[in-house]
């Protein structure tokens, strides 16, 4: 759907009916405002909110996610549990946002390749059902969390899975029962999962330190407000960026100190550009673990989903600060936000000149290619705006969603697939909105494939396939071809508008596979298809 068609549309939508006055006047009122002018309120779904927005403290030393205890003594075993229930964040001072949390916060896991994971997940979110989805991880199909096999407020399910040799990397996990995805990780629900390597190649001297970013839209009583129809049709954007839960906090390195810094998106639908003023940046790894040799970048683009491994080379005295840069990724409707120039992280570079740590291998691994194809298959990516009714948008409410009893069940079976407020607003894969009942393809186990994903929408989706790792083989765009300047593993790429991604890949497992947009939002609106791996 061409850009043009849908701002006519959305013209139309507000041109007739009791609420097109109010909805022109908020349009009109908004401008050329930030995300906090996207807020639902008292006007209307479109309208600014109310209030005074909060103030983030900024400048906090920066701190550790919490590890999670592994409960066995036998080695080469984790075992744990997990619970996902609400609970209560102090974000700004004297204000209490509820959130969703799990064990209180955002947990990681820490195993090692070769290891047998067992994780009990007890779902004590009220009223709705929940997952756990392990992002990017080679787990067996029935244990990934997919939304076929959710778990029911009250419930516990038990995750067992081995982790190969190879699979060393930085994971994350998140909830993923459809139509309350994108709510359940807005809200808090996110972890991440480190499998480390028996022998690593990077120096112990680099440490390892975790910077998870997510982002916050609270309003001025401290909750956090329901999406809108721009955040249904963009993906929700929040009004800060956060590092572990904190605006902008402070590490202290010393001048010459070099850092190994693993970030993670794990925002619904944030892009991230960035750079690190005053020090400098070398890739040494990607959604699946390490490239194959060290690549210095002046500045990295994190999608939502994906996760990069850096060493920060903290060169000279003085601040360094994580920055983020412009990037346009389409948007439609109001309230674009502002991305360029903020700080997510301030180093304080100080004191006495470190020990100069060992130099990084020239290798780090290998990464063989995946054979030719066999089967080629076309993914494309459109929208459609639909009607759109004339109404106002309503908020979730936290509660059960439409058609689901207090138990978590579907009424009559399946999950309502559609979102609160969509108003047949739909994104699509091939022409087909997600049906959980339907297998949209079907594959073999061990089969090398070739994936043409091509964007014919009017904005950037981040394209992620569960179960494996992919290789990106090539991008085209009007004609011109480019190929990766590495070899990578990755379970999430960028698709930008007229682009055509071309990956290869190889699922080892039987099972449903989900195929989707991480923008969550539009991948509870559609853009999600089953891929059914056979033996």
């Not at 989903?305 to 412009?326: C, H, M, N, Y």
């Not at 990516?381 to 069940?409: C, K, V």
Request: charged share 20%.
């Amino acid at each position: 759907m061409q850009r043009r068609t849908f701002l006519a549309g959305l013209a139309g939508v507000l041109g007739t009916g009791p609420a097109s006055a109010q909805m022109k006047h908020d349009m009109g009122a908004m401008g050329d405002m930030g995300p906090m002018g996207a807020g639902a309120g008292p006007g209307g779904p479109l309208a600014p909110m109310a209030g005074t927005a909060p103030v983030l403290p900024q400048g906090q030393p920066l701190k550790e996610l919490p590890r999670l205890r592994n409960r066995s003594t036998r080695p080469g075993r984790f075992e744990a549990t997990i619970a996902a229930r609400p609970g209560v964040v102090r974000y700004a001072e004297g204000l209490d946002t509820p959130v969703l949390l799990y064990d209180g916060g955002h947990p990681v896991i820490e195993a090692q390749e070769g290891d047998r994971v067992a994780i009990t997940f007890q779902n004590g979110i009220p009223g709705q059902p929940s997952t756990i989805h392990w992002h990017g991880m080679p787990v067996p199909s029935d244990q990934d969390g997919n939304p076929m096999n959710p778990v029911a407020s009250g419930a516990e399910h038990g995750y067992a899975f081995d982790l190969p040799e190879g699979s060393a990397a930085t994971y994350w996990f998140h909830p993923h029962p459809h139509g309350l995805t994108a709510e359940q990780v807005y809200r808090g629900l996110a972890g991440l999962f480190l499998v480390k390597p028996k022998s690593d190649p990077i120096p112990a001297a680099y440490g390892d330190t975790v910077l998870m970013l997510t982002d916050l839209r609270i309003a001025a009583d401290g909750t956090m407000p329901p999406s809108t129809m721009v955040d249904l049709m963009n993906g929700r954007v929040g009004d800060h960026v956060l590092v572990n839960g904190q605006s902008n906090p402070v590490m202290t390195v010393a001048p010459g100190e070099k850092r190994r810094l693993r970030l993670v998106n794990a925002t619904n639908a944030r892009y991230l550009r960035l750079r690190f003023a005053g020090a400098r940046m070398t890739l040494i790894g990607t959604d699946g673990g390490l490239v194959e040799a060290p690549v210095a970048v002046d500045e990295v683009l994190l999608t939502p989903a994906e996760r990069v491994e850096l060493i920060v080379s903290f060169d000279q005295p003085g601040p360094a600060k994580l920055t983020t840069l412009a990037y346009e990724r389409g948007w439609m409707g109001p309230g674009e936000p502002k991305e360029a120039g903020k700080v997510l992280l301030t180093a304080n570079v100080a004191g006495r000149p470190a020990t100069p740590p060992p130099p990084l291998p020239k290798m780090l691994r290998a990464i063989a290619p995946l054979q030719a194809p066999v089967v080629t298959r076309r993914f494309v990516l459109t929208e459609d705006m639909g009607s759109m009714d004339h109404g106002a948008i309503p908020g979730r409410d936290h509660g059960a969603m439409p058609g689901m009893d207090h138990g978590g069940t579907a009424k009559g079976g399946a999950a309502s697939a559609k979102p609160p407020g969509s108003h047949d607003m739909k994104f699509l894969i091939n022409n087909k909105s997600f049906d959980m009942t339907r297998i949209d393809e079907v594959s073999k186990v061990g089969q090398v494939e070739q994936w043409d994903i091509v964007n014919q929408s009017d904005m950037d989706h981040p394209f992620h396939v569960h179960g494996t790792q992919f290789q990106i083989v090539a991008y085209e765009r009007d004609g011109q071809v480019r190929t990766p300047g590495y070899r990578a593993w990755k379970d999430t790429v960028n698709v930008v508008p007229g682009e055509t991604v071309r990956l290869l890949l190889r699922q080892d497992q039987p099972g449903p596979r989900m195929y989707h947009c991480h923008i969550l939002e539009h991948e509870e609106l559609g853009m999600m298809g089953v891929l059914d791996v056979r033996s």
